[in-house]
């Protein structure tokens, strides 16, 4: 089936450091989307994205889509502890079956020891 | 909250019973999900609905079934549970695939001995 690459798998993060993390894919889709996991719960929508080339701020998160539309990559500005997570992106297509989301694996987020 | 609540939350079957997890939403959302998810997979696609007694497989449906006869309900079973099935299952609920992300339930725990 259709795969995501999600990058890094983890990463440690210090209070106020700037976070990347982005999402590629062989395949072309048409809405990027951008989630959180806390321990416990499930993953909440952080950012929707819909246009090649957009690029969406939700606070101290900026997502982009990217240009080709086969990637997308999410910043977190000046981390803080409750950033602690696993952030998944998402890749939609429109159209029967391929209209379902289809998830990367995430990045998991940890507090520097 | 969205409205919808997974039953429940953990649960520890032996080899072989049959388990039935449910999903209850109070959107009146067109479309309903059933994932899980494993460490180092992600989240992954079992089988959708959409709509009343519509519903087709995702990528790893083998072991699993589903039934949605009424619009709030989507009921997933392990028909015969095993090992390789313990997880953490997550619905997912949406309006429109298009143009919103879905919404997750909090999870069920399932735990096969």
């Known amino acids: 089936g259709q795969q995501l690459n999600q990058s890094p798998q983890s990463m440690f993060i210090q209070e106020g450091e700037d976070v990347s993390m982005n999402c590629t894919s062989s395949?072309?889709?048409?809405?990027w989307l951008w989630y959180k996991q806390d321990p416990g719960e499930g993953p909440v929508l952080l950012i929707a994205?819909?246009?090649?080339?957009e690029l969406t701020s939700n606070g101290r998160l900026t997502a982009q889509f990217g240009i080709t539309r086969k990637d997308s990559f999410l910043n977190i500005s000046a981390s803080i502890p409750s950033d602690v997570g696993i952030y998944f992106c998402a890749g939609q297509r429109y159209g029967g079956s391929q209209g379902n989301l289809i998830f990367g694996k995430g990045t998991k987020l940890s507090v520097k020891p | 909250d969205a409205g919808i609540t997974q039953s429940p939350r953990h649960k520890v079957t032996e080899t072989g019973t049959p388990v039935t997890l449910r999903c209850h939403q109070t959107?009146?959302?067109?479309?309903m999900y059933w994932y899980r998810q494993d460490p180092g997979h992600g989240l992954r696609l079992i089988h959708y609905s959409y709509g009343v007694k519509d519903t087709d497989k995702g990528e790893v449906s083998d072991g699993y079934s589903v039934s949605r006869s009424k619009t709030e309900d989507f009921l997933l079973t392990l028909e015969s549970a095993t090992s390789s099935q313990t997880s953490v299952y997550f619905c997912?609920?949406?309006?429109?695939?298009?143009?919103?992300?879905?919404?997750f339930g909090s999870g069920t725990r399932l735990t096969v001995v």
């Open positions: 959107e009146n959302h067109r479309y």
């Open positions: 994205l819909y246009k090649a080339g």
């Open positions: 997912a609920i949406t309006v429109d695939r298009a143009m919103f992300g879905y919404t």
């Open positions: 395949s072309i889709f048409n809405t």
